[in-house]
């Protein structure tokens, strides 16, 4: 009978082991956001992106694991269940079809950035269309800028000034080979910049906002179900409701 019951023993703590290790949010960080994704090597992230996050799956028991996918593939990963979390994703129905949004997390403020004296005359992205020469605009690749982007978008003049690009990291350079006239960020990615002292961040200047809005952490419905997500809003709210949320935005500000 004891022998037995060292059996049920050892099970059980097999299963209590495995369920403590068993979960592990796969999150997508590709390249160095600053102050929200800071790489250090692959598996090692910092930044307020990266201390809400692992806040959260502290509070419920889970590990952060870091997968390195560019924006627009990992959307299709979250919404196929090949990634468990992404973040800084706006909210609409079309996407809650596919995700659960948690947060937000942080309230993105897009602006058209680049040095002040070659856009003077500028007050709103059509502006930039009276200039001479027309200044070369660099833009995330899948990221969405807002509905008065999008409009203007469909001007073929407009369109034409954009320079698509993959990564973050890109812009900055871009900027400072003069590649590029001007960069589409969030104002806290500048501030960071200049802040840290990267090479010629303090010749740029915010010019035109183009886009404000919340973004939210966003979990796959493939592999997060209805029951584990609510447990996950509880635990945000329990964060928000002690304060910490905001301590970690305020430490990166």
């Known amino acids: ?36 994704l800071i790489k250090v090597n692959d598996q090692h992230w910092r930044g307020q992106t990266v201390e809400l996050l692992q806040a959260l799956a502290a509070k419920v028991q889970c590990q952060v694991k870091f997968v390195s996918s560019p924006w627009l593939r990992s959307l299709v990963q979250l919404k196929n269940g090949e990634l468990d979390v992404i973040s800084h994703l706006y909210k609409n129905t079309e996407r ?5 949004f948690l947060g937000p997390h942080h309230l993105e403020g897009i602006w058209l950035i680049g040095r002040p004296e070659q856009f003077q005359q500028v007050h709103t992205l059509t502006d930039t269309l009276t200039l001479t020469p027309k200044p070369r605009i660099a833009v995330l690749n899948g990221a969405y800028y807002g509905e008065t982007f999008s409009r203007t978008l469909r001007d073929a003049n407009f369109a034409a000034q954009l320079v698509p690009i ?31 002292k990267a090479k010629n961040a303090a010749l740029y200047q915010p010019i035109v906002q183009v886009y404000q809005a919340p973004v939210y952490f966003g979990f796959s419905k493939k592999t997060i179900s209805a029951e584990q997500f609510a447990k996950l809003q509880l635990a945000w709210q329990q964060l928000v409701d002690a304060q910490i949320v905001q301590q970690i935005q305020l430490s990166y500000q």
């Open 96 to 100: 809650e079809k596919d995700y659960y």
């Open 166 to 196: 993959s990564s973050i990291q890109d812009k900055l350079a871009l900027l400072n080979a003069g590649r590029v006239d001007a960069i589409l960020e969030d104002n806290s990615v500048l501030k960071y910049w200049q802040q840290h």
């Open 1 to 36: 009978m004891k022998g037995w019951s060292l059996v049920v023993v050892g099970v059980a703590f097999s299963c209590i082991s495995h369920i403590a290790t068993a979960c592990q949010w796969r999150f997508a960080a590709e390249n160095d956001f600053p102050p929200h």
